[in-house]
C-alpha cells in the first residue's frame, strides 16, 4: 500500500561547509542528544531515569520538560513520518528474530539506508525525488545539513529542531543512545550505529513526508504552554514522600539510641545485596537463629566479565557505571567438560532446527500438522499445570544434558588485585572483627517464564544478570590464605575456621542455593545443612508476605507456581514501592518494619576515616538506586510516555524491545503489570528516593563538595538527603542548597 504522500524534491544541495559551519552543526547535534536517556536491551535491561538528559535541572522543572517533549499528542504527520521509521528501524536493529535480514547493515544505518530506500515503493516518489535520494552525500552529517537546508531551519532554530527530532520518537533514539555511549562492555557489534546516522534518516524521510516539518517548532511551543500543569503533579508527590519519610526517620532516629557495641558472634554472617527485596527476606532469616547479615552491592566489588566455557557465551556481570576489569572462566567442576559441551550442543542443535522449520517459507505447514496435536497438549498442560510442565520440561533437559555444577577461575585477577577487593568490601560495609564461622555471599536473580522483562528482575548491579558468579568469585578470593595474610596486616584478622561460600536468592520463589559443593572441607557440612534448613523457614515466612503484596494467598507454593506460568503478567513485584536507600549498620534497621522498600547498604563510619567507602556508595550503589526510583516513579505517572504499557498487548522487536501493537515507538519503561495493580490503581508509590546516612554531617558534607554528581541529584531535588548524626543522634536534612536543617 502506497503512502499518501507525494513527494516531488528537487535536487538541492547544500552548500559546502567551512569548519566553523561544520562545528556549529556538530554542536547541534550534541545538543539535541543531551535529552535522551539510554536504552538497554532485552537480554540486559537496565533501570534508566528517562529524564536523565533533565537531571541538570531542578525536579519540578525537568518534569515540565519532560511533559512538554514526551507526553504531547503529536502531529499527524509526525506521526506518519514515525511509522516510515521505524520500519527501517526494526529491521537494521533486528538481532536475530528476523527470517530474512536487512542487507548491507555492515555499512551502517545511514549507508544501508541511502543505498536500499530508492527501492521502497511503500513511498510514492517522483523522478526528482529519486534523483535527490540518489546524489545524497556520503557522510551523514552533510546529509543532515542538506535536510536542515530543505526543511527552511534556521541556523538558531537547528538544535531545538533536531532534539524535536529525537524526542518524537524517543525510545528508539533511547536504545540509539545505549549503543553509541553505553556498550563499550560488550562485543563489537557487526551492524554499526551513530547518532548522525539516526538524525540524517529521520531528517530524509522526514523531508519525504512533511516538508513543512518546521510546524514542528511551532507546535513544541504550544506543548510547553500544556506542560505548565505538572505542578498539581509534583505537590501529590511531596505529600507522598512526607507521608512515608517523618514515620521512617523517627524510628531510625529512635533506634540510633540503641545500637551495639559488642555484638556477640553469630553462628554465620550473609552479605546480600543491598535490592529492596533482599531486605525482607533478611528480616525472616535473622528471626530463625544467630544470624547478622549485611548488605552490599550485588556484585560484591568485583567488576567482572563471565565467559561460560561450555556455551561460549560471554557477559558483563557488573554495574553499567564500570567497566569489567577482569575476564572470568566459568567452567563445570567435573573434569568432564566435553559431555557438558555436548549435551548443551545437543539441545541448541534441536532449538535451531526448530526454528528453521517454523520460520521457513514452506515448512511451518507441514510443521503444524505434524506437530499441532503435540503442541495443543503442551500449551494446555503449561496453562492448566504450569508446575508439571515444568518438571517435565526439566526432565527432558536433563536427558539431553546432566545438571553439573559450575565453579569460576581467579587467574586473571593478580593477588594484589585479590587483597584489594577483599579489603574494600569488609571495610565497606564494616565486616573487620567478630567473624563468625560461616560468611555467605549471597548473589540474587529471578525466575519467570514468557517474560520479555525478565532481566529487569535480576540484579542491576550484575548489568542485568544473576549474582552467583560475583558471589563465587568473592568467596574464592576471601578463602585464600595469602590474602587472609595481607588482611591481617590491615587488622582484619580472620580466625582460620571462617569459611566463605556463595549462594543465591531466587526473589521470585524465594528458594536459595549453597553451592556447597563448592566446599573442600566436610566439617563445615553440618553448618550448611543448619543454614538450609533455616533458609527453608525463611523463605515460607517471606513468601507468605510477598503473596500477601500481591493479594493471593499460598505462601512459598503459591511463589513457585506463579515463577512457573507462562500467562503470569505479575510473577512478582520486583522492586515496586522503593522509596529509601539506608546507609547504615544493620542494628540501625533490624527492629523496624521497613516493608520490603529500602535498599540496605551496610556502613560503619568508625571504619572510613577517609571516606572513600562513602564516596563509593554514594556515587555508585546510590546512583543506580535513583535510576530505578526514578523508573519506577515515572513508568507509575505516565505508562504510556514513559513506561512500557500492558504486557497484554506487547510485542517483542528484533529481540531487543517492545512495541505495542505492530509499530509502535520502543516502550522504554516498566510495563504497567509492574507499578500497577489494575489497569487504573497503582501499587507503586510515586515519591523520589529518600537516602538516609548514619554518619557525621561534616563527612557526608566533604564528600559532596567533591562530587558533582551528588550536587546535582541533591541539589536539583532528584534524591533527598538525610543524616542521622552520631553525636547527638538527630535527623537533619539536606536542603536543595546543599545545607542541612533539623527535622521535624
Known sequence: MKSVFKTSIKPLKAANMNKEEQSQLSDAIKASWKTIAPFWPLKNLIAVNPLQGFEGLPFEEALEQGSAYFQQLLPKKMEAVNRESIKWLQAFFDDGQATIKMPLR?????????????????????????????????????????????????????????????????????????RTDWCEA????????TEADYLAVRLIITCLLWPDAKELIKWHEKAKEKAKSVKNIVSNIEKSEENYRAPLLKELMEQAKYLKTNPKTPDAQLVFCIDVRSEPFRKSLESTGSYETYGFAGFFGVPIRVEDETTGESYASCPVLLQPKHNIKESPCST????????????????????????NFTTPFALVETLGLASGVWTAMRSFAPNLAEKLKIAASNALRKPVSKDVSLDNITLEQQCGYAEG????????????????????????????????????????????????????????????????????????????????????????????????????????VSLK?????????????????????????ETLTRSKDWAQVRAEWGLAKNAAFIIAPRDLTRNINLQGRSFLHSYDYKQDPNGASLTAILTAPMVVAEWINTQYLFSTLDNIAYGGGSKVT???????????????????????????????????????????????????????????????????????LACIEPEDNKVYMLNRKLQWQKAG
Open 106 to 178: 555492515a555499512n551502517g544505518f545511514y549507508a544501508a539506508y541511502k543505498e536500499l530506500v530508492i527501492f521502497d515503493k511503500s513511498i510514492g516518489f517522483d523522478k526528482n525525488t529519486k534523483k535527490w535520494l540518489k546524489s545524497l552525500p556520503e557522510s551523514p552529517e552533510a546529509a543532515i545539513a542538506e535536510c536542515l537546508l530543505k526543511l527552511s531551519i534556521a541556523k538558531e532554530e537547528r538544535a531545538e529542531f533536531l532534539t524535536l527530532i529525537l524526542t518524537t520518537l524517543p525510545g528508539w533514539a533511547a536504545h540509539i543512545k545505549y
Open 186 to 193: 560488550e562485543p563489537q557489534h557487526p551492524h554499526a550505529v
Open 336 to 359: 568432564d567438560c566435553k559431555s557438558d559441551k555436548a549435551g548443551y550442543e545437543r539441545i541448541s542443535a534441536g532449538k535451531r532446527f526448530y526454528q528453521s522449520l517454523k520460520y
Open 425 to 528: 568490601v569488609l571495610n565497606a560495609i564494616g565486616l573487620t572483627s567478630n567473624f563468625a564461622p560461616l560468611i555467605v555471599f549471597c548473589g540474587h536473580g529471578s525466575t519467570t517464564q514468557n517474560n520479555a522483562y525478565a532481566t529487569a528482575l535480576d540484579c542491576g548491579a550484575c548489568g542485568g544478570r544473576h549474582g552467583a558468579s560475583n558471589a563465587k568469585v568473592l568467596a574464592k578470593i576471601m578463602n585464600n590464605p595469602k590474602v587472609r595474610e595481607y588482611l591481617a596486616t590491615k587488622d582484619i584478622d580472620i580466625p582460620l575456621g571462617t569459611l566463605f561460600i556463595a549462594s543465591e536468592h531466587n526473589t521470585t520463589t524465594d528458594e536459595v542455593e549453597i553451592y556447597a559443593d563448592l566446599v573442600n572441607d566436610l566439617s563445615y557440612l553440618g553448618k550448611i
Open 533 to 557: 534448613e533455616d533458609f527453608e523457614v525463611a523463605k515460607e515466612a517471606n513468601s507468605q508476605w510477598r503473596s500477601a503484596q500481591m493479594g493471593v494467598s499460598g505462601g512459598s507454593k
Open 650 to 720: 506487547k510485542n517483542i522487536t528484533g529481540k531487543i524491545g517492545i512495541m505495542q501493537g505492530n509499530a509502535s515507538d520502543l516502550m522504554h519503561g516498566l510495563p504497567l503489570q509492574s507499578v500497577y495493580s489494575s489497569d487504573t490503581d497503582s501499587y507503586h508509590e510515586a515519591q523520589r528516593l529518600m537516602t538516609v546516612v548514619y554518619a557525621p554531617r561534616k563527612k557526608i558534607e566533604t564528600i559532596i563538595a567533591e562530587q558533582e554528581v551528588l550536587k546535582k541529584l541533591f541539589g536539583n531535588g532528584w534524591v533527598q
